[in-house]
């Protein structure tokens, strides 16, 4: 795993935590506009669309919680010790590494290359993954494809990924 330059976040990582703060905010802001009318009735569309929008933010912050676990874990410098990683996470310094898989750590090290300018993939056989950056971020991720879908549709998490990364760059976003 590449380490990140001492002190920074590279904007690779901006976007993704950026991505997945969005997904947690836009879910918890539908989540609090639903209208619960007073008085009887039927209350099951409020139900099952508090239901399904409490089960959108809680696996927005699952994979936000991956992503930052992954990347203070196995990337960032100076590296938190394990055991604040923990605290931080009210677990224990054992729990922490089953909170990312490969596949989380396969789509930090595709975004840190792209941020780098390099091919997402590693040319000596790569993280352990999916095989394109496209689907390490859709697997490590699921949060992030759903978000995108309902934003119009990108089927390309890469070029997305890479459209979005450009204008963090240009101070666009």
Known sequence: MTDA???EVPDSMRVLINALRGSVARH???LENIAWPAGPGDFSPQLLRTLSETEA???AAKDL???LTAYAH?????RPKMADIAQAQN?????VTGRYSASTLGAIEGALRVGRGEPAEADDGGPVGPPDFSAALRH???SLTEMLEADGGHSNLEEWFRTRLSAVEKHEL
């Open 57 to 59: 933010v809680m696996q």
């Open 65 to 67: 919680r991956s992503l």
């Open 5 to 7: 330059p001492w002190g």
């Open 28 to 30: 918890s802001e539908e």
């Open 74 to 78: 196995k990337v960032h410098q100076p």
């Open 91 to 95: 677990a224990s310094p054992q729990a």
């Open 140 to 142: 490590a991720f699921p």
